[in-house]
């Protein structure tokens, strides 16, 4: 049996969203216990021109659901960019993974072929559903939750790769 694409999608957003969720309660933990205010890791960026902690996971979020909705041509929920506490960080986790949820292998039927156009820096970009999930969204989605836990941990989060992989 050959791979389908909610199998290559659903669960490996899940996994990494659950995973996600740990991180940032290792990293509410570690403001805790170390006396930070957690904007401290909130508002930590890499670089200027990156994401903030928060936006990281606010695009991962997004890369989730909006991937998932345009394979499978299902209307995404909208979520504000409001979040600036770890709680409501876990909240808009939970929502997206509630989201994904919801969506049945069915609703994925097709979607290989399916043309996906989206805009990249202003131009059209033209997919196949399955070159969209393989070249643009799961990378992108990793790309954010891999930054969200390199922030973490160049904040000084008791992090490691174990962690990331969810061992």
Same mark, same amino acid.
Not at 76 to 94: C, K, N
């Given at each position: 049996?050959?791979?389908?694409?909610?199998?290559?999608?659903?669960?490996?957003?899940?996994?990494?969203?659950?995973?996600?969720?740990?991180?940032?309660?290792?990293?509410?933990?570690?403001?805790?216990?170390?006396?930070?205010?957690?904007?401290?890791?909130?508002?930590?960026?890499?670089?200027?021109?990156?994401?903030? %902690?928060? &936006? +990281?996971?606010?695009?991962?979020?997004?890369? #989730?659901? $909006?991937? =998932?909705?345009? @394979?499978?041509?299902?209307?995404?929920?909208?979520?504000?960019?409001?979040?600036?506490?770890?709680?409501?960080?876990?909240?808009?986790?939970?929502?997206?993974?509630?989201?994904?949820?919801?969506?049945?292998?069915?609703?994925?039927?097709?979607?290989?072929?399916?043309?996906?156009?989206?805009? %990249?820096? &202003? +131009?059209?970009?033209?997919?196949?559903?399955? #070159?969209? $999930?393989? =070249?643009?969204? @799961?990378?992108?989605?990793?790309?954010?939750?891999?930054?969200?836990?390199?922030?973490?941990?160049?904040?000084?989060?008791?992090?490691?790769?174990?962690?990331?992989?969810?061992?």
């Amino acid at each position: 049996m050959s791979l389908t694409m909610y199998q290559a999608s659903i669960p490996v957003f899940t996994r990494a969203l659950n995973i996600l969720s740990t991180l940032l309660n290792k990293a509410a933990a570690h403001a805790e216990e170390n006396k930070l205010d957690p904007e401290t890791l909130l508002n930590t960026r890499l670089y200027d021109d990156m994401f903030s %902690l928060i &936006g +990281q996971v606010q695009r991962a979020s997004d890369a #989730a659901k $909006l991937g =998932t909705s345009r @394979l499978t041509a299902i209307q995404p929920p909208s979520f504000a960019d409001e979040e600036t506490t770890f709680p409501q960080l876990q909240e808009r986790i939970a929502k997206t993974i509630a989201f994904l949820d919801t969506v049945k292998p069915e609703q994925f039927d097709g979607s290989e072929e399916r043309e996906i156009v989206i805009k %990249l820096r &202003g +131009q059209e970009t033209k997919f196949t559903g399955q #070159a969209y $999930l393989l =070249t643009f969204v @799961l990378p992108n989605f990793l790309f954010h939750v891999t930054t969200a836990y390199d922030i973490l941990r160049h904040k000084g989060v008791v992090i490691g790769k174990m962690d990331y992989l969810g061992f």
